[in-house]
């Protein structure tokens, strides 16, 4: 018989029906059989789900105490500024969702990197002399951390590595070792207000290393770099010809004592992809907005990194649409008094906080210049109950229920993180349960009686 008849049978007294088998040589016409497989259940997750770790909830989630049931619970570990309802986004913010909405403009598929108008809204918004941007140096992503992951993606293969900070965000380590990526943490200094160890950093480069991850202002930390230091940074990664992934979600958020400057305006000779979004200065990570700044004025990444990104954009098909059709109404009409009241309430609170945990023995709050982060250095010599961070502040949650992150989910041990977005009564009431709990807690180290005795 010819290998592709097509054969018709009768089926007796049944209705008549066209029965089509194509036989294609060298395949078995019996259904259901393969050659060399024998059929059995066998379902496995992948590799990459299983190289896939939060280190923050594996230790939140481990955690076996319960709070203080006679206390309520103040939360210090949450970074979404929104869980408490104090901190609400502008009117103008919603005003222009709802416009978008009511449009009926945005309720099909963008473009997978974002509609074009709302790129060179973007650009426009970023744009200056120094870093000069275009609808097309924009691509539109699913949040800040989903242009954390094409950024990483497009620029290291499993068994290159990345250099990332230490204590820095989880996320990056999360998401590079999914990937088969190697990451290798450089040193921030408490000492020096949370600058790099450029040394250290520069030490850590290889040939293998795909880029270095630039986080300011800073989770955990909220450090904000100084122009000096960051031309430093741009120097090792200008004399190593190391491309720079720049985290700026909390870029503009810093306090009056500060300046943010980005990072891309004070280099034309070092490739940088800037990772940024709406989540935290607007206040609205849930809407999940993000954005990648391509700076490449010497044609480094040229056209394989652009398109790179473009292919990696088109796996989930862009961000919402209908925050697209708002970004224009969002970063031309948010009004300047919200920016500067939603920082005024951030300083007074880290203000507060520092002043307050400063205060107590055995703590050593570094203190902050930006974001809406501070991190506390506890003397454990003086808590020798406690063998690290995680038991300090598993026992502070089941005495006191307040709830602080412990630095080992930064990779950074002896120390906690306190989120500042909380309302300021709560604030206070947490400050004031954590001196109760050191002052219960609290030993003189051996040889430093004549200290305590003060």
């Known amino acids: 018989m010819d290998p592709y008849m097509i054969q018709l049978h009768d089926h007796g007294n049944l209705p008549s029906v066209l029965d089509v ?4 040589p060298g395949r078995s016409s019996v259904p259901g059989k393969m050659k060399g497989r024998k059929a059995r259940w066998s379902v496995r997750p992948s590799d990459m789900s299983n190289k896939t770790f939060n280190p923050i909830r594996a230790i939140v989630d481990s955690m076996k105490v319960k709070p203080n049931p006679n206390k309520t619970t103040i ?12 901190l609400p986004t502008d009117p103008e913010v919603t005003q222009a969702i709802k416009d978008a ?10 473009p997978s990197t974002g509609y074009l108008s709302s790129r060179e809204e973007v650009a426009s918004y970023y744009r200056c002399p120094e870093a000069p941007l275009e609808a097309k140096d924009v691509i539109l992503t699913s949040g800040c951390s989903q242009a954390i992951e094409l950024c990483l993606a497009v620029l290291a293969n499993p068994g290159q590595n990345i250099l990332v900070p230490r204590p820095g965000f989880s996320l990056y380590r999360t998401l590079a070792e999914s990937m088969g990526i190697e990451v290798k943490p450089y040193n921030l200094l408490p000492e020096k207000f949370w600058e790099i160890d450029l040394k250290q950093l520069e030490s850590l480069i290889d040939e293998k290393t795909a880029c270095l991850v630039v986080n300011n202002p800073s989770n955990p930390c909220g450090s904000v770099f100084s ?8 120097a090792v990664a200008a004399r190593q010809c190391v491309p720079i992934l720049a985290d700026e979600i909390y870029g503009d958020m810093v306090f009056s004592d500060s300046k943010f400057e980005p990072l891309a305006t004070l280099s034309s000779n070092v490739p940088i992809l800037c990772c940024g979004g709406l989540a935290k200065r607007w206040l609205v990570p849930g809407w999940r907005m993000g954005w ?32 697209q059709g708002a970004l224009k109404s969002i970063l031309h009409r948010t009004p300047q008094e919200f920016y500067h009241n939603t920082l005024s309430f951030l300083k007074s609170n880290a203000d507060l906080c520092y002043g307050a945990l400063a205060a107590i023995p055995g703590l ?15 003397e454990m010599e003086h808590f020798p ?66 200290e305590c005795d003060k």
């Open 75 to 86: 939360a210090l570990s949450i970074g979404d500024p929104t869980v408490f309802g104090n």
């Open 227 to 234: 122009r000096s230091h960051l031309q430093k940074i741009l």
């Open 292 to 323: 990648i700044l391509i700076h490449d004025r010497r044609d480094i990444f040229g056209n394989e990194i652009r398109d790179g990104l473009v292919k990696l954009s088109q796996r989930i098909l862009g961000p919402c649409t209908l925050v």
């Open 101 to 110: 909405l009511d449009s009926g403009k945005y309720n099909g598929y963008a």
């Open 364 to 378: 050593r709050p570094i203190r902050p210049s930006g974001a809406m982060y501070l991190m506390v250095g506890i």
């Open 385 to 450: 109950e406690f063998e690290n961070d995680v038991e300090f502040t598993e026992q502070l949650f089941a005495e006191q229920s307040v709830h602080c992150l412990p630095a080992t989910c930064f990779e950074y041990p002896n120390f906690f993180r306190v989120v500042i977005t909380i309302p300021e009564v709560m604030m206070l009431e947490a400050c004031s349960r954590i001196q109760e709990f050191c002052e219960q807690h609290y030993h003189c180290a051996e040889g430093s009686q004549e």
């Open 21 to 24: 088998h194509v036989n294609i």
